[in-house]
């Protein structure tokens, strides 16, 4: 695969411009971004590019912008994926938690592909809304929106009084690769179904609306037609290249413009990058420990007195966010 270049990209009005708040959208000194959904979210870290060119995009007057990942791969708006062994509830509780120690200024949410794409087969456990999700369609899309509300204030409730910015963000479409994978029309249909409701949503709430879907080309879409990329490793999943094209997505859906004469491949940005991903991956085991039943839960008995050690990730975490500061302004001044 080629390596990923960057490029400028120049803020057009879209549809959903009528939908943004009178202000246009800019990071501030001191952010705290949180990006919080299901796969698509979780999966940015592992690359590094949605940060890093929103980083870039904030601009070289805006110091002190961090970045929380706690998107949760095949979650739903119920929170059944962060439930270890309890019901939805335990999910959402714990959503709740971590973005109360986050402390977010700005919110980036997505959710809605699993959904639009079992309205049929069911997307949660949560005994609330089980049945209603595989009621086909119609049923499934309503129970989606009820409840994305829902969490959507819970998610603010967490987030405390210094939240200013909350981004209702449309899932991006899905590939079309060919034989063997399956044909993801009908999943795009449904998936641009899903887009107009967030959509709605967000105007009904006073949130902004980035349509996603349609800045990565979901509205050109034919069925049956083959993609042009592969941007993805099955149709669904984003690899290096997808999150190359969802991060420029996502800087001009918010109506900001990437520096000009930006590489991906010049070593500032590289250094960069590598910096962000290692951040990202403490900052992953801080809230996420792998032996967090041992930690925290029912058989903490036998281990429980190693969870003193999960609060020293924490300088790690600000020494990698101190070098990240350093390299943008390396960045910027190599510019």
């Not at 929103?54 to 601009?59: T, V």
């Not at 309503?142 to 969490?151: D, M, R």
């Not at 641009?192 to 949130?207: K, N």
């Not at 609306?209 to 990329?229: C, P, V």
């Amino acid at each position: 695969m080629k390596a990923p270049c960057y490029f400028v990209l120049v803020a057009v009005l879209s549809a959903s411009a009528a939908l943004l708040p009178a202000a246009p959208f800019g990071f501030r000194n001191d952010d705290r971004v949180a990006l919080v959904g299901n796969t698509v979210v979780e999966r940015a870290q592992r690359f590094g590019h949605v940060e890093t060119l929103l980083n870039l995009a904030a601009g070289a007057g805006v110091k002190g912008l961090t970045f929380r990942n706690i998107g949760w791969s095949g979650d739903s708006v119920f929170g059944d994926a962060r439930s270890y062994f309890g019901a939805p509830k335990e999910g959402r509780d714990r959503l709740q938690r971590v973005v109360k120690e986050v402390k977010p200024t700005v919110l980036l949410v997505c959710y809605g592909t699993n959904a639009a794409m079992t309205a049929k087969k069911g997307w949660t456990d949560d005994p609330a809304g089980a049945a209603r999700s595989r009621s086909g369609d119609e049923e499934s899309l309503s129970l989606f929106v009820e409840t994305y509300g829902k969490l959507l204030d819970l998610i603010v409730a967490g987030a405390g009084a210094e939240l200013r910015e909350v981004v209702l963000i449309s899932p991006p479409p899905l590939e079309n690769l060919g034989h063997p994978l399956p044909d993801q029309s009908a999943n795009n249909a449904r998936l641009a179904v899903y887009r107009d409701a967030i959509r709605d949503l967000a105007e009904a709430r006073g949130h902004r609306f980035l349509d996603l879907f349609q800045k990565m080309g979901g509205n050109k879409l034919k069925a049956g037609e083959k993609s042009r990329g592969p941007l993805s490793i099955n149709g669904v999943h984003y690899g290096d290249a997808g999150y190359v094209l969802i991060g420029e997505s996502l800087v001009s859906g918010l109506g900001l413009t990437l520096p000009e004469n930006l590489s991906a491949n010049d070593s500032s940005v590289v250094a960069l990058r590598t910096t962000i991903m290692e951040k990202n991956r403490l900052f992953f085991h801080r809230w996420r420990p792998s032996n967090e039943t041992y930690l925290f839960l029912f058989r903490k008995h036998e281990q429980g007195n190693n969870a003193k050690e999960i609060p020293m990730f924490d300088p790690l975490i600000e020494k990698e966010e101190e070098a990240v500061e350093r390299l943008r302004a390396v960045v910027f001044n190599k510019l």
